[in-house]
């Protein structure tokens, strides 16, 4: 049973470029949270998608932007970029029931130069 | 939202009892306690959860006083493996918790041989 992948697993991007990261959940899991960890902080909630649904979000701007498919895979794009979106990216999935336990995935280490 | 107080970093040796103690001074009625582990470079991984008194799995255990205002997570017989920084979250189990889950700094635990 293969847990929560993400790709790529590293990118470098250039200032005001755009970033497309992808995540497909842990096999019978329906809800996926999107999280932006800072070197030597903890993960920062981005937001949760729930049947192709921003279900909810945090504190970040609209340059943030998500989907998900059908199949319950989700994207998280990245407009605008700033050196401060430099960070590991994390993408978590859990099960029907939002139940307590969250999957994540290992992340994609994104370098804005 | 309940804020969560731990220490920034901890020391131990091989083989010894390491306890991670956490304040949470206004946890809410339905939030349970929940800790996660994280290795550098990879997503956090739920470790235990608890809503009062003692909870103990494979990996460790969960002791919260009768006034939930503190937790704390024992881990016994540490090895070099178990260096990592831990979180420790207070979760509303439910429907729509991701929004609510606010990982702080976390402590990084260091396991010396």
């Known amino acids: 049973d293969a847990g929560v992948t993400q790709s790529p697993t590293h990118l470098i991007k250039t200032r005001g470029q755009q970033v497309t990261l992808r995540c497909s959940p842990k096999?019978?899991?329906?809800?996926v949270s999107w999280y932006q960890q800072a070197l030597g902080q903890g993960p920062q909630f981005i937001f949760q998608?729930?049947?192709?649904?921003?279900?909810q979000r945090g504190n970040f701007p609209d340059r943030f932007s998500g989907h998900q498919y059908p199949n319950y895979s989700s994207e998280l794009n990245v407009n605008a970029l700033l050196l401060g979106d430099s960070a590991l990216y994390l993408c978590?999935?859990?099960?029907?029931?939002?139940?307590?336990?969250?999957?994540f995935g290992p992340g994609t280490r994104l370098t804005v130069t | 939202l309940a804020k969560t107080t731990q220490p920034i970093s901890m020391d131990s040796y091989e083989g010894q009892e390491v306890n991670i103690t956490c304040s949470h001074n206004?946890?809410?009625?339905?939030?349970?306690i929940t800790w996660y582990q994280q290795f550098p470079s990879q997503g956090p991984r739920f470790i235990i959860q608890?809503?009062?008194t003692k909870v103990t799995n494979e990996v460790a255990s969960l002791f919260i006083p009768a006034d939930r205002k503190s937790s704390t997570l024992s881990l016994p017989r540490v090895s070099l493996s178990d260096t990592a920084v831990y979180y420790c979250?207070?979760?509303?189990?439910?429907?729509?918790?991701?929004?609510?889950?606010?990982f702080g700094s976390g402590t990084r635990l260091s396991i010396r041989p």
């Open positions: 978590a999935s859990s099960g029907r029931d939002g139940g307590y336990e969250q999957y």
């Open positions: 096999s019978g899991h329906d809800t």
């Open positions: 998608y729930y049947e192709e649904e921003e279900r």
């Open positions: 206004n946890i809410a009625t339905n939030d349970y």
């Open positions: 608890g809503y009062k």
């Open positions: 979250l207070p979760r509303e189990v439910g429907y729509s918790s991701a929004s609510k889950i606010i």
